[in-house]
Structure formats: C-alpha cells, structure tokens
C-alpha cells in the first residue's frame, strides 16, 4: 500500500552537488575493494570505498544511510527505509520556506482532519503536493500513507464518509468481518472488523459482488462501473 517512490532516480543529478565530501579519511578503513561504511553518531554520514580508497560523504538533508546497502547502490534513503539509532544525530536541517528538510514527506498545510490523504513532498528543497492511493491517509509520525483509523490526525469516517454497523462476535469472542458494498463501484467495498472500516479494492480480474458480499471471478458479476 506504500505507494512512494524510488529515490535512486532523483537524486542522480544533484548527487555531486550534495554530497558532502571531506577528502580521504585514511585508507586502513577500507577492509573491502568497494563498499560502504556506517560513520558512528551520524545518522546520515559514511563512508565510501571505491578501489580501497576511503572517501566521507553525507547524504542529502533529509536523508539518511542505508546500513545494509551493497555498493554500488545509492546508499541514501527517506528515514522510513532507513534506521538512526537514539544515539546517533543527522546533519543540521537545511529547510526552505516550504520544506522543514531539502528532501522528504511531511504534513500538507492543505490537508484537514476530513480531508487527511493530501501530504507534501519536498525534493531539492521544493516542495510538490501529493495525495496517498484512494482510502489511505498521510500519517506525519512515519512520513507515510496509512490506514485512516491509525493516524491520530485523521477523522477516519468523515475522511471514508462512512461509518461501521456495531461489531458483531463469534462463540469464541472473535470479531466477524463484515463487507459492504460502495454505490457507483464494481471493485472498491469497505470491511469493517471490530467497527474498524478500511478501503478495499478487489484483485485483478475480480470485482465486488453484493449479492455475497465479497470479491469474485468479474465474469460473473453483474455490475456496471459508476451505476
């Protein structure tokens, strides 16, 4: 459902102008021909061994180092993809009036609590809105589309415009998953579990049949998108 895309191709171009590079940093660092190493206390400083020789680099603003990336892979990556540990700190932020960060996804100033799948993506410092995938809201705490229900900046039924019946339980006390239907959609329903709705849409070569409530062979369903 994490719809963002690969970031190699972005910074191809800016890369030179970005990274950060202070010279060699001794050569006996280099215990392999080409590879990448971690740089302890820096979230998204390393170091990068090409022929044994040792070169310090820092990712762009916003990013951060890939600890298991394999050379010659673009070792940058947003801090979703990316690990820093609490004792480790990233580069001062380089923000622009638009961006807190040159690079990465943050809260949109035009996204409301009804209206939670807007979100901003910041590139070189330029920021170009965005909206998640259809019944997925922008979660700010991990810079990524999310089931609506689980961001706390979203009111999930007035974002999905629709409200779960009561949950219903089994002998067993296990909640029952329960479908509906959507008007004017042959493939998109909502399931509800636990008065919980989330947005579903039905695989490929399938669609919704209301008549069982669930996602069949489209061949046979009777449905006519936007009717």
Not at 133 to 139: E, I, K
Request: net charge negative; hydrophobic share 35%; with cysteine.
């Amino acid at each position: 459902m994490f719809f963002f895309i690969s970031i190699a191709g972005l910074f191809v171009a800016s890369c030179a102008a970005q990274v950060q590079q202070n010279g060699a940093v001794g050569d006996t660092v280099c215990r392999e021909y080409n590879t990448y190493y971690k740089i302890q206390g820096s979230c998204d400083s390393y170091v990068e061994c090409n022929a044994y020789k040792a070169t310090y680099k820092t990712c762009p603003d916003g990013l951060y180092f890939i600890r298991d990336v394999e050379w010659p892979t673009y070792p940058c990556a947003y801090p979703s993809d990316a690990q820093c540990d609490a004792q480790d700190a990233p580069q001062k932020a380089m923000p622009t009036e638009d961006c807190k960060h040159q690079y990465g996804f943050f809260a949109s100033p035009l996204a409301t609590r009804s209206d939670c799948g807007k979100y901003r993506m910041c590139v070189e410092g330029k920021a170009f809105e965005m909206e998640c995938s259809m019944g997925l809201a922008f979660n700010p705490e991990t810079g990524r589309c999310d089931w609506p229900d689980l961001v706390p900046t979203c009111d999930a039924e007035a974002y999905l415009g629709f409200k779960c019946p009561p949950a219903t339980y089994d002998e067993f006390g296990k909640a029952y998953v329960v479908n509906f239907s959507i008007k004017g959609s042959c493939y998109y329903f909502f399931s509800c579990m636990e008065g919980v709705a989330r947005l579903l849409l039905c695989d490929e070569g399938y669609a919704f049949d209301s008549t069982v409530n669930r996602c069949m062979d489209a061949r046979r369903v009777q449905c006519q998108e936007g009717q």
